[in-house]
Every structure is written in C-alpha cells, then in structure tokens.
C-alpha cells in the first residue's frame, strides 16, 4: 500500500479480512498517475458465495436485536468515519482522482447518512388500521426484507456504500457488498471502521472483485438473497433486474442520467454560473446528476457563455492532493476516450469549441475543461451521458420549448434550472420528468431528501424516509375473534 494512508487490502467475509479463494489480487491505481497503489485481494465466485453464508448466518440476531442497538453501531460508525476523515479523504482522492476538497466533502456527505439512517431505524412504526368489524384488529408490521446485495460505483466510493449499506443496516439487514474494482480501498476501510464500531461479524460483507456479473449470477441466483440495490449504468441495471425476476428479489436501481441544465432570461445569472460550476464539475463530470444539456434562453445565451469561459478557465487541473487543484482527472482511459469521441462527434456536426477539447500533456486520464456552443440534439452530448467536464450549451426561444427539450430522453435522473419568477418556478418544477429538480439549485444531494429517478434512471429511492422502506416488508396481520363485549 502507497504510503501515508491506511485500508485493508483484502475481503472481509464474516468479520474476517482474508485473502480471495485462490489467491488472487488486483491492482488498485492513481487515475492521476496510472502508478499502482495497491494489490487488493480479487474475489472468487467462491468468496460470493461465502459471503452470502456469513450474511444470511449473520441476518437472524442482527434482525432480532432492538432498533436502538442497531442505531447504537450506527451512530458509532458515523463517529468512526468522521475520525478517520483523513485517511478516507486521502484514499479517495488517491483511487479516485478528485480534489481533496471534495474527498472531505464525501467524507461528510457519506457520514450524514449513516447519522441520518441512525435515527430513521427508531422511527420504523408500522400502524393499526381501523377495521370494518369490532371482532378484527388490522395490524400493518414493517420487517427487514433479509439479506441484501450491494453493488456501488466508483464515483463516489464512500456516499453510494453508506447511501445504500446504512439504510440496509438501520432496517435489520445483513449486507453483501460489491464495491467499484477501482475504488476498493475505501470500501474495505469502511468496513473495518463497521467492525470497530461493534457491528456484529458478517453483517457487512465487503468482496471485492473483477468479475462483476459471475457475482451478479451468484447473488442473484441465491433465494437467501432477497433485495439487490445498485447504482451504475442503465444497461447493467436492466441486466441485474432481469436476472432478479428468477427468485423475484426486490430491487433498487440508480442509473444513468441526462441531466438539463436550463437558464432563463430572468435568472439571476450569478447564482446560475455558481450552480453550474457544482452541477458539471463536482469529481469532473463524473456523477449520474451532472449538467450535461445547458439549455439557455437567447436573451441570455452570450452573456451566460460569457461567463461560464471565463469561469471554466480560471479552474484549476491537476493531481487531487495538490494545492488549489478544482478539477481531476477521469477514472480511466476508457472514460476520457468516451469524453473525447463526444466532443469529435458534437465538433464533427458543427459544434463550436469555446475552450478546451483536448487531452491535457503528462501522466493520467485528464481531459481539458471544455465549453462547446452551437450544439443540437443530433449530437451524442445532448443524447448520452458524457460523463465528464464538458460544458456543451444549446439555446431556447420559449419556455415550452426548454420543457419539451429538456424531457426528449429516456433518462429522468436530475434537473436543474434558473429562474427569479414564482409562477414559472411552480409550472417548470411540475412539468419536468425528473425525480430531482434543483431550483436554483446546483447542489442538492442531501441524506434527508429521496434521491432516484423516474423512467430509465432507476426504480426506489436512496435517502430520506424512502431511504428505509426500501429495506423493509410491509406485514398484514389480521387478528380474529377479539371479543369486544365486556
Ligand atoms: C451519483 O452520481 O450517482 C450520485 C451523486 C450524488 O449523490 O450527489
């Protein structure tokens, strides 16, 4: 392990870190560098099915102890993970690439579930309905759903375990936890600071490996396991449900996003500039909300691009733990290959380059921060997740124009836009096919808010009071022959 953070490099399978069956590793890597960081241990088909056993071994006393116990690892845990912020912090940015800022930012942010998800396990009620006859009493109980599959991504490799493994927790789940092949080191630090706290071996399982859907088949295809919950692409996801129909696990999907990004004439166009520089920077473009349509009003167009170049152009890139550094670089070649035939294809239609649109000089996966104008909706900027720092800005005559633009796609993850006027605030917040709408908002992502998407962005929601149920049962006990005569 590359000096001066700390994670274990191997599986933890039923509070025991080992080696995979057959011994074999991987190599962890600065996308900064491409310099190794580390040899984690590659988890075999053998270790997901030991995994499953320590969890579905672990699921009966962790479902059976009281709320208030559970919340009491949790609250530990969260406490843990703001002591070793550090670390975490470090870890991240060196196998993810983002700036250390924003590595204590998702320190925080991943924290913040765990606290909130603390709390939500005492508020697991249930209810008793009133019946239709004075002989019954109707009695709705909420249970733990058992054991859960968690596959998470790279991109944010604390938030999206915690979002996930601390509602699952809280619930009375055991958990079997998959996390990105590129950022396992964080995830392995995560739980061993869930067993410091006291939580129960096997209750967290945490197996990394490259061989994502031989896990896939494993989990899915074992009836112990009865809720898969995963964020990553549209394509995987249809995949995961399909093979979940088999032993029909419930299932929770975060995916793919297309976000618009739309600024009208009346927005304040200073808090529209700061709202972009989070909603399409934040770990450079690599979020399923990020802006990737900016849809500007004509009035406004010139002087917001204006604004937006000079903005963009003062960012400053470079290696995560470096001084100032605002913008990294992508996980990998392959996602600055996918940024840069976007913006060969927007160029290639007529497109014009404003700034940017190449490959930064030097080790790593970096790309310039680009801001590309003229764009239409032929192009695969306005068409696919670019997934990366390219601002790409098409302009609007009309309101019903920017909706109906803004709702052409399959994807209904996240949406942003801009106005100073109430009536229109009301009417483009309800007319958007968004799960999450940012009103001069460029950053809304909080544990207490239901964060998902409508259409093909996914199914339930990560956070809030949905964040729970959809770990739960929902029970129906009808109790007869109550005798109400006295
Ligand atoms: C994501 O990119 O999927 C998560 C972003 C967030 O939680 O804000």
Redo the contacts with the bound molecule.
């Keep these: 392990m590359v000096e001066g953070v700390r994670a274990p490099e191997n599986l933890l399978v039923g509070g025991v870190f080992r080696a995979a069956a057959g011994g074999r590793t991987m190599a962890v890597e600065d996308p900064a560098t491409g310099e190794r960081l580390a040899l984690v241990a590659d988890g075999a088909t053998s270790d997901a099915a030991a995994a499953v056993d320590a969890a579905a071994a672990a699921q009966p006393a962790w479902q059976a102890a009281s709320a208030y116990e559970r919340a009491k690892v949790l609250r530990k845990w969260f406490e843990l993970q703001q002591r070793d912020k550090e670390n975490l912090a470090r870890l991240m940015t060196l196998e993810n690439g983002k700036p250390l800022k924003e590595s204590y930012a998702e320190v925080d ?1 991943a924290a913040s579930f765990v606290e909130w998800f603390a709390e939500e396990a005492k508020r697991v009620y249930g209810r008793v309905v009133p019946a239709s006859r004075s002989d019954k009493r109707l009695l709705v109980l909420k249970q733990a759903v058992g054991v859960v599959a968690a596959i998470t ?1 790279w ?2 490799p604390a ?2 375990i915690t ?1 996930k493994v601390a509602p699952a927790l809280a619930a009375g789940c055991a958990v079997v936890l998959k996390p990105a092949p590129e950022t396992p080191l964080t995830a392995l630090r995560l739980g061993e600071l869930l067993l410091e706290a006291g939580g129960p071996a096997g209750v967290l399982n945490v197996v990394p490996t490259t061989e994502a859907a031989a896990f896939a088949d494993a989990w899915l295809g074992d009836p112990r396991v009865r809720k898969i919950t995963f ?1 990553g692409s549209t394509a995987v996801g249809k995949e995961l449900m399909r093979k979940a129909a088999g032993h029909v696990q419930k299932v929770s999907l ?1 995916l793919g ?1 297309q976000a618009p990004f739309i600024v009208f004439d009346d927005a304040d166009l200073d808090q529209a500039a700061v709202g972009i520089a989070t909603a399409k920077f ?2 450079a473009g ?5 802006a990737n349509r900016i849809l500007v009003q004509q009035g406004v167009a010139e002087a917001f691009t204006d604004r937006i170049v000079e903005q963009v152009r003062r960012m400053r890139v470079g290696h995560g733990l470096a001084e100032g550094v605002e913008i990294g670089p992508m996980i990998s070649e392959r996602g600055r290959q996918k940024v840069l035939a976007h913006v060969e294809d927007a160029v290639s239609q007529g497109a014009a380059v404003r700034l940017g649109g190449g490959v930064m000089s030097g080790p790593g996966y970096f790309v310039e921060p680009t801001v590309l104008t003229g764009v239409s909706s032929k192009m695969r900027v306005m068409r696919e997740e670019t997934f990366g720092p390219v601002i790409a800005v098409a302009t609007f005559r009309e309101e019903r124009e920017a909706i109906a633009i803004a709702n052409q796609t399959e994807y209904g ?2 949406a942003y836009f801009f106005t100073r006027d109430a009536a229109r605030a009301w009417r483009v917040a309800e007319a958007l096919e968004y799960g999450i709408v940012g009103l001069n908002d460029g ?3 909080t544990a207490q808010a239901p ?1 998902g998407g409508y259409k093909e962005s996914g199914l339930g929601r ?2 809030g009071l949905e964040g729970i149920e959809e770990f739960l049962e929902t029970k129906f006990v009808s109790w007869g022959g109550v005798d109400a005569g006295l």
């Design positions: 942010y991504p991109n944010f938030a999206m979002r964020t975060e996003g934040r770990n690599q979020t399923c909300v990020a993850l996240a950053a809304f992502s964060f990560e956070g």
